[in-house]
């Protein structure tokens, strides 16, 4: 990490329900990360949020709806991702996920490659995030 990074940074954008939002959402947090100076676990971090904004858009955002990406960077050096939808449910591992389903395996690799991960509520829908260690 730079020592120039400024203390307890955030970011957020608005996303809307369409393909094209998840390369965005990337673009977004590879753009903060460079803005921040934030070198490392780039990739581990860009593979997650293409993973929440897949799930939000598959699984969370009703139509007509969309998702926000909040990225925050506080001063202790951890970097939390945060996907806010619409949706009910409480996103969940899948133990049934098998090598020949195309998905479920998404939260597998939330959980491999941060150092938490979790649900909150909101309302409407639900956040969910990951964090990582810098």
Same mark, same amino acid.
């Given at each position: 990490?730079?020592?120039?990074?400024?203390?307890?940074?955030?970011?957020?954008?608005?996303?809307?329900?369409?393909?094209?939002?998840?390369?965005?959402?990337?673009?977004?947090?590879?753009?903060?990360?460079?803005?921040?100076?934030?070198?490392?676990? %780039?990739?581990?971090? #860009?593979?997650? =949020?293409?993973? /929440?904004?897949?799930?939000?858009? +598959?699984?969370?955002?009703? @139509? &007509?709806?969309?998702?926000?990406?909040?990225?925050?960077?506080?001063?202790?050096?951890?970097?939390?991702?945060?996907?806010?939808?619409?949706?009910?449910?409480?996103?969940?591992?899948?133990?049934?996920?098998?090598?020949?389903?195309? %998905?479920?395996?998404? #939260?597998?690799? =939330?959980?491999? /490659?941060?150092?938490?991960?979790? +649900?909150?509520?909101?309302? @409407? &829908?639900?956040?969910?995030?990951?964090?990582?260690?810098?």
């Amino acid at each position: 990490m730079n020592e120039n990074i400024q203390p307890s940074v955030q970011r957020e954008r608005f996303y809307r329900r369409e393909r094209r939002s998840v390369p965005l959402a990337r673009g977004f947090v590879w753009q903060a990360l460079a803005d921040w100076g934030v070198r490392g676990r %780039g990739e581990e971090l #860009l593979l997650c =949020v293409s993973e /929440l904004a897949t799930n939000a858009l +598959v699984h969370g955002v009703p @139509p &007509g709806r969309g998702f926000r990406v909040v990225l925050r960077l506080s001063s202790d050096g951890v970097l939390r991702l945060e996907v806010h939808d619409s949706g009910g449910g409480c996103p969940r591992i899948r133990l049934e996920a098998s090598t020949a389903s195309e %998905g479920g395996r998404g #939260l597998f690799l =939330v959980e491999a /490659l941060s150092d938490k991960w979790g +649900v909150g509520e909101r309302i @409407p &829908g639900k956040v969910v995030w990951c964090e990582f260690a810098l």
